[in-house]
């Protein structure tokens, strides 16, 4: 279990998030919603290890990880898929991959992302950057499927993308889920967030206003009291 108990967080000054407490169970689907500015982004950060917390403990399978270095805890199964398409645009989709295999065999990482990600296996020489957005995302994605993680945390992954495109993602988190993966899932279509989810938090102003499972929670008064955004 990836556990984060009564944490707070912030950047200098500025305090995001107070007194939260989160549980992503393994083999688990996590909705984190809330509108913009609650924190979600924050709380991903700490989860991975690219904000320390200024109170609270995180642990992850028992044991202790409370402000360990991202590399850590990408070793012990934790994937971060940032908002805003983390990948290298200057290099091609293969050096993308490799990149994102760290030590694990290069070929096996083309192999598994070009099998959840098809188009990706024509693209293999081209510069990342060059890819249109649904592209990009699939392959920023598919660090998800070469690392073999536990743990994956996924923010706004499908944000800015046609809704076809939006089809194809939310097919590869099932299949992300199917295979064993815990996900910790903020996402902007609300409805396809509770829909995968097995459970959800609702995350306002860095406080935890909500945690149970995805039925508790009427999609469309969500919306119109925390979410400001896109139900479909």
């Known amino acids: 279990m990836l556990e984060l108990t009564d944490v707070s967080a912030g950047y200098g000054e500025t305090?995001?998030?107070?007194d939260v407490s989160l549980w992503v169970p393994p083999r688990s689907v996590v909705a984190l919603l809330g509108a913009n500015g609650a924190g979600k982004t924050t709380l991903l950060r700490v989860a991975s290890g690219l904000l320390k917390p200024s109170a609270g403990r995180m642990s992850l399978d028992g044991t202790d990880v409370t402000g360990k270095a991202p590399h850590v805890l990408a070793n012990?199964?934790?994937?971060?898929?940032?908002e805003g398409r983390?990948?290298?645009p200057t290099l091609t989709v293969r050096d993308n991959l490799i990149i994102q295999a760290g030590d694990g065999n290069a070929d096996d990482a083309v192999e598994r992302a070009v099998s959840a990600f098809p188009i990706l296996g024509e693209k293999l020489s081209q510069l990342a950057g060059s890819l249109s957005g649904g592209q990009q995302q699939m392959l920023?994605?598919?660090?998800?499927?070469?690392?073999?993680?536990?743990?994956v945390l996924l923010?706004?992954?499908?944000?800015g993308l046609a809704p076809v495109?939006?089809?194809?993602?939310?097919e590869s988190l099932a299949t992300l889920a199917a295979q064993g993966r815990a996900?910790?899932?903020?996402?902007?279509?609300?409805?396809?967030a509770l829909d995968l989810a097995d459970y959800v938090y609702l995350l306002a102003r860095g406080r935890i206003e909500f945690a149970g499972e995805p039925g508790e929670l009427d999609a469309e008064r969500l919306m119109a009291r925390y979410m400001g955004g896109t139900h479909a």
Do not use: K
């Not at 012990?76 to 940032?82: A, D, E, I, L, Q």
């Not at 996900?183 to 396809?192: D, G």
């Open 76 to 82: 012990r199964g934790v994937c971060h898929v940032p």
């Open 165 to 170: 495109v939006v089809d194809e993602i939310f």
């Open 86 to 88: 983390g990948i290298f």
């Open 140 to 151: 920023s994605l598919s660090r998800a499927y070469v690392t073999d993680p536990s743990y």
């Open 155 to 159: 923010d706004e992954v499908s944000m």
């Open 183 to 192: 996900l910790l899932l903020v996402e902007q279509y609300v409805t396809r």
């Open 15 to 18: 305090a995001v998030l107070a």
